[in-house]
């Protein structure tokens, strides 16, 4: 099974496909991969192994929750159900179809079906811990140079890095204020030692990662006031109390343009809070359109949902369950928690164990705020050229990659396959998940990135042409194999 300690330090020196980032796209990438090319050799690369897939799984403590039901977290489209069905093998009667289960959990039933699936079709996989950090196309083949300093040759590559972290958003008005006091990563496991249980703390962002650092603080014991500062003050809206069927849309409405798609979404939410349901269908029935509805916008269109209304559809879209807004709302009650609609303005020491955080708030007023860790929940950044992903800037640099019209991401095709800077598709290499979200939007969720992973197989698998392996064509796997390796 793909967990920390199974990951080799030694990479093969050559496969079939390449598979860069362990977390949900990688591993479904590589389970449909050993289901439609079973003859071939996989290695997949992560970075950073952690107890689970990636962050979203193997950052989180045992009690953070998913952000969708049980029922509809299947790791495979054509059983959707598959999640909760797990959850009732290992946890009979504990946890009902719409409840929202422990990430950690969930983790465990991914790692779980990717390692039945190669079980099944003996495919040969390597998991290696290292990071890949340049590509150089060889012929039909490419290149690869890991941060150890060792090369891999590929006949095919499949880039899965989610959302590269981006840069802390104070990061022009730190005045150099001790490291230990800023925290550039919620998910750093050692942010918070040391930290005193009734110490002031400043996160900057008021999204779903904000709501989970606050959550696992409180957990851990901590019970000192927390002051989230964000542009626009708002905190995520609550999930439906029940799952009704998502509102119906002329898809030639929101395809009109920004403004008439909202104006679209909000009166089909007025008319289900007139019938006596709830308006998170009216978000829910978009869904399916949202890629063809983001391809017919204009890039004005785009560009304005991006500068004025995007900050709007996030809290209606990636909602929280309410059990956790009720909690965060009750300290806001109690004074333990303040929310500021606001940006850092500037970031100084104050003694040396506190920083002053200075925001300037929705009203042009400078408020000091004095806090013994300042951390970034502020969300992924919105241009790829910032990124600090050294991979994915040695890739723009040489021109292997472009970055879409917006520069959320990467161009690809409609299989996923990556666009180079000269417009021409770069054969048997392609991109899953987030930096596929300038040319459809929504690519975060697992409906989204299960079809992906589906798609990028079944013609990643018809280009390689993976047949029988004759004799000794690869050498023996690494330590990190598993499947039907040599």
């Not at 290696?128 to 196309?137: N, T």
Request: proline share 6%; net charge positive.
């Amino acid at each position: 099974m793909p967990t920390t300690q199974h990951y080799a330090t030694d990479a093969p020196a050559e496969c079939d496909v390449a598979i860069i980032g362990g977390g949900f796209g990688g591993l479904m990438t590589l389970a449909r991969l050993s289901q439609q090319a079973p003859k071939c050799q996989f290695v997949l690369f992560e970075r950073m192994p952690r107890k689970a897939p990636g962050i979203a799984y193997g950052a989180c403590d045992d009690a953070h929750l998913l952000n969708v039901p049980a029922a509809r977290m299947g790791v495979f489209a054509e059983r959707p159900t598959g999640f909760h069905e797990w959850l009732e093998r290992e946890f009979p009667g504990k946890y009902r179809s719409d409840d929202f289960a422990p990430r950690a959990l969930f983790g465990r039933y991914l790692l779980e079906s990717v390692q039945s699936v190669l079980a099944e079709t003996r495919a040969c996989a390597a998991f290696v811990r290292d990071a890949v950090v340049h590509i150089e196309p060889l012929g039909r083949k490419f290149e690869l140079l890991l941060a150890s300093g060792r090369t891999v040759l590929a006949r095919g590559v499949v880039l899965a890095p989610g959302l590269p972290q981006a840069r802390a958003p104070w990061r022009r008005v730190d005045e150099g204020i001790a490291r230990r006091l800023v925290v550039p990563d919620p998910w750093d496991q050692g942010a918070f030692r040391g930290l005193d249980r009734d110490a002031g703390i400043v996160v900057v962002g008021s999204g779903l990662t904000a709501i989970d650092v606050i959550m696992g603080l409180r957990r851990q014991g901590h019970t000192g006031h927390i002051t989230l500062v964000s542009r626009g003050g708002r905190l995520p809206l609550p999930h439906a109390a029940s799952h009704g069927s998502p509102a119906v849309y002329d898809p030639r409405e929101l395809s009109q343009g920004a403004v008439s798609a909202f104006r679209a979404v909000r009166r089909a939410a007025k008319t289900l809070l007139r019938e006596g349901h709830d308006w998170q269908s009216a978000i829910d029935g978009v869904r399916p359109h949202a890629t063809a509805v983001w391809r017919a916008w204009s890039a004005a269109d785009r560009a304005y949902f991006l500068r004025v209304l995007r900050p709007f559809w996030e809290i209606h879209r990636h909602r929280a369950p309410s059990m956790l807004l009720e909690a965060i709302e009750q300290e806001c009650r109690a004074g333990t928690i303040e929310i500021v609609s606001g940006a850092v303005h500037a970031l100084r020491a104050h003694g040396d164990r506190e920083a002053e955080v200075l925001v300037r708030t929705a009203h042009g007023t400078l408020r000091p705020i004095v806090a013994a860790r300042v951390v970034n929940c502020a969300g992924p950044s919105m241009s790829i050229g910032e990124t600090l992903d050294p991979l994915i800037g040695s890739m723009l640099r040489n021109g292997l990659v472009a970055s879409d019209d917006l520069g959320l991401g990467l161009r690809t095709d409609g299989d996923g396959a990556l666009v180079r800077a000269d417009g021409g598709v770069e054969p048997r290499m392609r991109l899953i998940g987030a930096l596929r979200r300038g040319d459809l939007w929504e690519t975060t969720a697992v409906p989204e990135l299960r079809a992906q992973a589906l798609a990028i197989a079944t013609s990643l698998a018809r280009e390689l042409g993976c047949g029988a392996a004759p004799p000794n064509a690869v050498e023996p796997a690494p330590l990190g194999a598993v499947g039907g390796c040599a």
